[in-house]
């Protein structure tokens, strides 16, 4: 079936310091994947995503590019800041995805990231 | 343009009560999906619905079922609850159904069984 593995965390990081997060995944068709990003307290939001290989999502400075030889779908930032403290969730939906609807997510367990000043 | 809102905000129930969460959708968005996320977990996909139609179900027992209105805003009921139910219900609002099309989330219902 399909999955989403992620690095685990918590991941801690001064500012200004390199970040990469860790995606693999498992899918029987061809997935769209995606990143979202948990503030605490609040709900998920669209951090960035990729709809076929090779192609590369990006947003506030975050990048991740759809490998399909590797299945993988790796978050980097080159700088990261305080305020990106947060959970940040890889997740894949499938377009062949039968039995379960096209549009089902299915995501990583999540990985915390703390930025220290 | 409001985004996606989700009602109440936080819930108390006892063992064997039933809920009903409340989400509405996003402007011009005809497709809803509900999401169940544990303490630190990710979410996990319940169903969804698309133009009053549920449109796929995950692993969830019957005593989670839904409804989609004209207008696109959903409720999820859950009967017969137990300890377990208690997590964060999040309610997703697409332009379509489809792998490529974005789901935005509300902010979710937190939710304890006691």
């Known amino acids: 079936g399909n999955s989403v593995t992620q690095m685990e965390g918590p991941v801690t990081l001064s500012e200004e310091a390199f970040l990469t997060i860790n995606c693999t995944y498992t899918?029987?068709?061809?997935?769209?994947l995606f990143w979202y990003v948990q503030y605490p307290g609040e709900g998920l939001q669209l951090l960035l995503k990729?709809?076929?290989?090779?192609d590369k999502g990006s947003n506030k400075g975050f990048e991740a590019t759809y490998r399909k030889e590797t299945t993988s779908f790796h978050l980097e930032k080159g700088s990261v800041q305080v305020s990106d403290s947060a959970v940040y969730f890889c997740a894949l939906s499938d377009r062949t995805n039968y039995g379960g609807s096209q549009g089902n997510l299915i995501f990583g367990k999540g990985t915390k990231l703390s930025v220290k000043p | 343009e409001t985004g996606v809102t989700q009602s109440p905000t936080h819930l108390i129930k006892t063992r064997g009560q039933q809920v009903t969460l409340r989400c509405s959708s996003q402007?011009?968005?005809?497709?809803v999906s509900w999401y169940q996320q544990a303490l630190g977990q990710g979410p996990q996909f319940i169903f969804q619905?698309?133009?009053?139609?549920?449109?796929g179900r995950g692993n969830f027992p019957p005593r989670f079922s839904g409804l989609q209105f004209p207008n696109y805003s959903s409720e999820l009921n859950v009967n017969a609850l137990e300890l377990d139910d208690s997590a964060l219900y999040l309610c997703?609002?697409?332009?379509?159904?489809?792998?490529?099309?974005?789901?935005?989330f509300g902010p979710g219902t937190r939710l304890t069984v006691l």
């Open positions: 619905y698309y133009r009053e139609e549920e449109n």
């Open positions: 990729a709809t076929k290989a090779d």
């Open positions: 402007s011009g968005h005809n497709t």
């Open positions: 899918a029987t068709g061809y997935p769209s």
């Open positions: 997703a609002s697409s332009l379509g159904g489809g792998a490529t099309d974005t789901q935005y």
